[in-house]
């Protein structure tokens, strides 16, 4: 006999989707065991083990470090990689303007990041 298939708990994306149900074009598409967030085609941030990240670039990076955020790293075939997205800091989750406004500048330093 099997055990049951733990039900997925999606809390913490609702939880996003609902803080930035604002943003005109937010849409959201399953990464490897998270979610990423796009404005409209503007991947600029991903909801990943209970954590949101944000895209950042040399501007924005300073805030989310003063607020005790992390680069996302993973590691791939033995590598670890460190990406452009920092964890957004939890004054900031909590504060749903302040977060619509996070995002807004991630989907910039994204879209630059592409046009470079």
Do not use: I
């Amino acid at each position: 006999m099997t055990a049951p298939k733990k039900k997925k708990d999606d809390s913490f994306k609702e939880f996003v989707l609902d803080a930035l149900s604002g943003l005109d074009g937010l849409r959201v598409r399953p990464m490897f065991g998270g979610q990423g967030l796009y404005l409209k085609d503007d991947f600029f941030g991903m909801a990943w083990k209970g954590k949101l990240y944000f895209r950042a670039d040399d501007a924005t990076r300073p805030a989310y470090e003063k607020g005790g955020g992390e680069a996302f790293c993973v590691t791939m075939r033995g590598k670890k990689m460190t990406m452009q997205y920092w964890s957004v800091p939890a004054d900031v989750l909590e504060d749903h303007e302040e977060l619509a406004r996070w995002a807004v500048r991630a989907a910039r330093a994204y879209r630059e990041s592409k046009q470079r």
